[in-house]
């Protein structure tokens, strides 16, 4: 009871918690981020070895988020508890594997810092609510999928699908939404993407955009309701369109290499989670309805 009136009562005391909550969940989802697609590839593998009759080629070892423990990808020394404390073991380490002393991937840290950092806003801006701890579980899972799809560009079912369900559990209770416009932003989030990827590959032959990006643009409208498609879309194209053409004149002799949309999505809908009513007010005077 008295954690949860401090939760309550202390704002400050709120968003420490939800600071250092996110970076516990942000060393897991540098795992999520690393392993799931190689636990996805590991599936399908022996999934055609099945189909074609063949022995199963995988390594018989447990492979999940969980097993084996992690380890430097260099010399394979078992990262203990003490050298896995977020951010702050980086900092003993001086960025370096204590066995090998190869360099430790930035990246992981920043994922962490990035991951507490969004919590902590999404815990300022709501307040110790239902829709605080659903805004986290929305933000973390976007978090994850952007970070896959910047690697791998794959947007795994595995995350895409629950975190549409999720966000028409939550609205059936109204917590962002009604349940009948989310309901209809999941509708028209899949769809919208699917007939802009079959209307390009109508006119050029050409598939310009994945079917993971129809299921996230589904799950923001089944947590944000329809009315804020359009400035999803918009916002997230945009951005897109600006970082592509600045890879195009940066890597000129790379012009047809994809560039993922989901980062974008998930951004967009980040936004739109919090301030989606001024990307609404944004988006309808750039149209010219308002």
């Keep these: 009871m008295f954690l949860i ?10 968003l420490l918690a939800t600071g250092l909550l996110g970076l516990l969940v942000g060393s897991f989802l540098n795992v999520v981020i690393h392993r799931l697609p190689i636990i996805m590839q590991r599936d399908w593998q022996s999934q055609c070895d099945e189909m074609n009759g063949l022995s199963n080629s995988q390594s018989t070892e447990t492979f999940s988020l969980s097993h084996p423990r992690s380890r430097c990808p260099h010399c394979g020394h078992a990262i203990s508890a ?3 404390i977020p951010v702050l073991s980086f900092l003993m380490l001086r960025g370096r594997c204590k066995q090998c002393k190869s360099k430790i991937s930035l990246r992981y840290p920043l994922i962490e810092v990035l991951t507490a950092t969004l919590s902590i806003v999404v815990a300022w801006y709501f307040g ?3 829709a605080c701890a659903a805004a986290l579980l929305m933000t973390w899972a976007l978090i994850a999928l952007t970070f ?7 947007l795994p079912d595995t995350i895409t699908l629950p975190l549409l369900w999720l966000g028409l559990l939550f609205n059936l209770f109204g917590t962002f939404t009604s349940l009948h416009s989310a309901v209809i932003g999941a509708i028209a989030g899949y ?5 802009v990827f079959h209307g390009f590959k109508l006119l050029t032959g050409k598939e310009g955009i994945g079917y993971g990006d129809f299921k996230l643009l589904a799950a923001l409208g089944a947590w944000l309701g329809w009315q804020f498609l359009p400035a999803i879309v918009l916002l997230s194209s945009l951005v897109g369109a600006v970082v592509g053409i600045c890879l195009m004149l940066l890597k000129k002799e790379q012009q047809e290499e994809a560039i993922p949309f989901g980062p974008y999505l998930a951004a967009a809908g980040w936004l739109a989670l ?4 001024a990307l609404n007010q944004w988006y309808l005077s750039l149209a010219g309805l308002a």
Excluded: K, P, Y
């Excluded at 009136?5 to 709120?14: G, K």
């Excluded at 769809?191 to 007939?195: A, K, T, V």
């Excluded at 919090?274 to 009513?277: F, T, V």
């Design 191 to 195: 769809l919208s993407l699917w007939l």
């Design 5 to 14: 009136d401090a939760l309550t009562h202390s704002q400050f005391f709120l």
């Design 128 to 130: 110790f609510t239902i």
């Design 82 to 84: 003490l050298e896995n």
């Design 148 to 154: 896959i799809d910047v690697d791998h560009q794959l």
């Design 274 to 277: 919090l301030w989606g009513e």
